[in-house]
């Protein structure tokens, strides 16, 4: 419904209802979100709200950016990963109860292209090191510095979170951070509610979807401040 992916709930629900370590949650989610993203872009596709050349530059900066997030999340600390996670809920709650709308994109040059690989890059780093489809950048990114239609910029987005997962989930995948069987039961069970999604985003007025899922959002985000805060409290001191 939002072009995000799902990671951005789906990181969370494993960590607190699962108990998850917040690596493996991240790597996790990062696996679940492909075949969600997949039958999500179908949907999309088949109302034309996807705009290929614009996917096509921010994938190609998204691929290197997940490389690069995998590689970090190894380095960062546990809690740093977690409050992380926390401010990208909260940046995505404020965007979303920001009304943005557009008619039209602007024409796409070697700038545009350039800025677009830039953006593509960030969204990488953030899938790879936070197990999130990176939508929450880029949907708003393309509305307001592209005027892109906000429906088509989903789509978009979803697009490009398909080859970014791939290469975040295989990164993964060998350095054993990630839950394979749950990431399989996770995606499947998400196909049809992604379908629906994808349906509801065409139609639904985008303002009260917004401001639903930011509710949402801010929720999760105080839950999670709760949670990583007792577990500093139970780090034992070297």
């Known amino acids: 419904m939002f072009g995000v992916g799902g990671g951005i709930l789906v990181v969370p629900a494993l960590v607190l209802l ?21 039958s999500s872009l179908v949907t999309y596709w088949s109302h034309g709200n996807v705009d290929w050349w614009f996917a096509f530059w921010l994938a190609l900066g998204a691929l290197g950016g997940a490389l690069l997030g995998t ?20 940046i995505t709650a404020v965007r979303l109860f920001i009304p943005m709308t557009s008619t039209g994109r602007d024409a796409l040059d070697f700038v545009s292209a350039a800025a677009l690989v830039v953006i593509g890059f960030a969204t990488g780093v953030l899938a790879g090191l936070l197990g999130i489809g990176g939508g929450v950048v880029m949907v708003p990114a393309m509305v307001v510095f592209f005027s ?17 997962s791939i290469m975040g989930t295989w ?16 995606g499947v069970s998400g196909i049809l509610s992604a379908v629906a999604g994808g349906f509801i985003a065409d139609v639904m007025p985008e303002d009260l979807s917004n401001v639903l899922f930011a509710t949402l959002i801010v929720i999760v985000a105080i839950r ?15």
């Open 18 to 38: 699962l108990r998850m370590d917040h690596r493996i949650a991240n790597g996790t989610s990062l696996g679940a979100v492909l075949p969600i993203s997949i």
């Open 71 to 90: 590689k970090w999340m190894h380095v960062l600390p546990r809690l740093v990963l977690g409050y992380m996670f926390v401010v990208i809920l909260v």
């Open 148 to 164: 892109e239609p906000s429906v088509v910029a989903k789509g978009t987005s979803v697009a490009v979170i398909i080859p970014t």
């Open 171 to 186: 990164r993964n995948w060998k350095v054993d951070n990630i839950d394979m069987k749950v990431a399989a039961i996770v």
């Open 224 to 238: 999670m401040i709760v949670d990583l805060q007792k577990s500093s409290r139970t780090v034992t001191p070297v």
